[in-house]
């Protein structure tokens, strides 16, 4: 009852703000930006929103040399730590107070562009977009538009990826770029690559093509059952290759019931060296989760499976990268059948494996 008495009030305020809120006339034409301009993104939620938000960050950094700061969560701020594009990383404390002390130190910072990075309307991003105090506000052609200076049409989801709608701001600055050269981007720290390595060498002995077989994403309607994981990893022991099973900590349990504890990989909380094993591969088989676009950042080839139920846009799909996936338009995998993913993963893993002798 709570939940939908504060989904009312959002949509009350939301109204209100964009009905007295009036758009800022602001002269047409390219914005200049220098490397003296000071940007700030905001990029709330999840791992992914962050991870696909970095080839724009890229793209700004490359073409401007601007100082980019960035609002993120705490729920995905350490994607953009380690990142060189990046000047400083601010981490969103939810509730009134948080709000209220994000929005002081936001309006201090004094910045000079501001970007709202959501493809859809946050109430909540929203009321701060509203509230910070900067010249240029940037967003999508959406809802909340008179809360912006400058927007730009939202691409149509049912054809762009996410990716190539975040860098459809790059047409307000006159800036091109190659979408063939577009990249998402994380990086380890040395010493966790370092971590990893010591991991896969002190668990194989030859080098051969490592696969990695991922059973957990955000949601348990993405896991793809026990049965099913252990059948492919039964099958998949016939081939001369490397295997390692990637899990979360929630998913420990099922893990140990599909393969033996040595071969399993569990990182816990810690992001990078979860990202700095994936980076590791030959080869990611995985349901639709952070992972596919970790998998990117080195072009590493991902077969994925995919809940697209109710989902009017095109699939989160690593970017750049060799891809196939299974796709089911049910709410959940479980009457995905192995034999239809093996028969198309089969064809998928060959062509690498052949490529690795």
């Given amino acids: 009852m709570l939940k939908k008495i504060e989904y009312l009030l959002k949509n009350l305020l939301m109204l209100f703000l964009s009905v007295t809120t009036k758009k800022s006339k602001i002269a047409g034409g390219i914005i200049k930006v220098d490397s003296e301009t000071k940007c700030l993104l905001i990029r709330l939620n999840r791992i992914g929103d962050a991870l696909v938000t970095t080839p724009f960050i890229n793209i700004l950094k490359s073409k401007t040399n601007c100082k980019i700061y960035l609002l993120a969560d705490k729920k995905n701020n350490f994607v953009f730590e380690n990142n060189p594009d990046i000047e400083e990383v601010f981490v969103f404390d939810k509730g009134l107070t948080g709000f209220f002390r994000t929005l002081k130190i936001m309006n201090s910072k004094k910045f000079d562009v501001l970007f709202d990075m959501h493809d859809d309307v946050s109430a909540t991003v929203s009321f701060l977009i509203s509230f910070i105090k900067c010249p240029v506000k940037i967003g999508f052609e959406k809802s909340n538009k008179n809360i912006f200076t400058h927007t730009v049409p939202r691409p149509d989801p049912l054809k762009y990826h996410i990716v190539e709608r975040l860098c459809s701001f790059t047409k307000l600055f006159g800036i091109d770029y190659k979408k063939e050269g577009i990249r998402i981007i994380f990086n380890p720290k040395e010493t966790v690559i370092k971590k990893a390595d010591e991991f896969l060498n002190n668990l194989f002995t030859r080098n051969r ?123 959940n995998l479980l009457d995905v059948k192995f034999d239809d993913v093996w028969s198309k993963f089969e064809k998928f893993l060959f062509k690498y494996l052949n490529e690795k002798k």
Avoid: M
């Fill in 209 to 331: 093509f490592l696969l990695g077989v991922n059973i957990s994403a955000g949601s348990d309607a993405r896991f793809w059952g026990i049965e099913n994981y252990k059948k492919l990893i039964e099958t998949l022991s016939e081939f001369d290759l490397n295997l390692i099973l990637i899990t979360h900590q929630k998913d420990f349990t099922k893990a140990i019931e599909i393969i033996n504890s040595k071969y399993i990989f569990c990182s816990g909380d810690d992001f990078a060296y979860f990202a700095a094993i994936i980076k590791k591969l030959d080869l990611l088989f995985t349901p639709d989760t952070s992972a596919v676009h970790l998998a990117a950042t080195n072009y590493i080839p991902v077969f994925g499976l995919y809940v697209k139920y109710k989902l009017n846009e095109v699939i989160w799909s690593p970017y750049n990268t060799d891809f196939d996936c299974i796709i089911t338009e049910k709410p």
